[in-house]
Antibody
């Protein structure tokens, strides 16, 4: 059974840092692009970043480029999102999602989400 | 990051057919596949449609997708109370080198 389990969310002050993790199981992790998508409270879905199977290619939304870094450890089947210089507008539930092969936005599996709150 | 445009709300009665539109541009919908997601309250989104009109296994054929030019549409026929949810369209954007989502449409079953 495919499972994605996020962790690492919490309350952080503006300007602070946080690292999110997404533990994957039930599939060949290094064969899939993985994405982070966020959703502010009561708002819509917003794409954050993606990384390819071997970790050599990444893309970022303009709003996080230079502050967030996506990475993966295929030996641990884990996806990461390092978030620095956090702002109030980064407050959201962060989901990791798997994009099935050949589909850029074919998110067939999602994690349950982890809440990040940026506030003083 | 410019997004896709969806109506904020839609509604219908049980058994009816409703359609939700999604408008984009030549750099996203005009060139790439459209995806649709359903999000029930308090849960993670679920993939409904990929490749403009394909349904993943397990998605009822009451849900259908189409695309024409720079616009797409999700149709739900035989509306049921359990279809009450938020619906999002998405596509890859070549100019942004990223994914763009629509703002979401809240579907109410009256």
């Amino acid at each position: 059974e495919v499972q994605l389990v996020e962790s690492g969310g919490g309350l952080v002050q503006p300007g602070g840092s946080l690292r999110l993790s997404c533990a994957a199981s039930g599939f060949t992790f290094n064969s899939f692009w993985m994405h982070w998508v966020r959703q502010a409270p009561g708002k819509g879905l917003v794409w954050v970043s993606r990384i390819n199977g071997d970790g050599t290619a990444t893309n970022y939304a303009d709003s996080v480029r230079g502050r967030f870094t996506i990475s993966r450890d295929n030996a641990k089947n884990t996806l990461y999102l390092q978030m620095n210089s956090l702002r109030a507008e980064d407050t959201a539930v962060y989901y990791c999602a798997r994009a099935f092969v050949g589909a850029a936005v074919g998110y067939d599996y999602w994690g349950q989400g982890t809440l990040v709150t940026v506030s003083s | 990051q410019s997004g896709l445009t969806q109506p904020p709300s839609a509604s219908g009665t049980p058994g009816q057919r409703v359609a939700i539109s999604c408008s984009g541009s030549s750099s996203n919908i005009g060139t790439n596949s459209v995806y649709w997601f359903q999000q029930l309250p308090g849960t993670a989104p679920k993939l409904l449609i990929y490749g403009n009109s394909q349904r993943p296994s397990g998605v009822p054929d009451r849900f259908s997708g189409s695309k024409s030019g720079t616009s797409a549409s999700l149709a739900i026929s035989g509306l049921r109370s359990e279809d009450e949810a938020d619906y999002y369209c998405a596509a890859w954007d070549n100019s942004l080198s990223g994914v763009v989502f629509g703002g979401g449409t809240k579907l109410t079953v009256l």
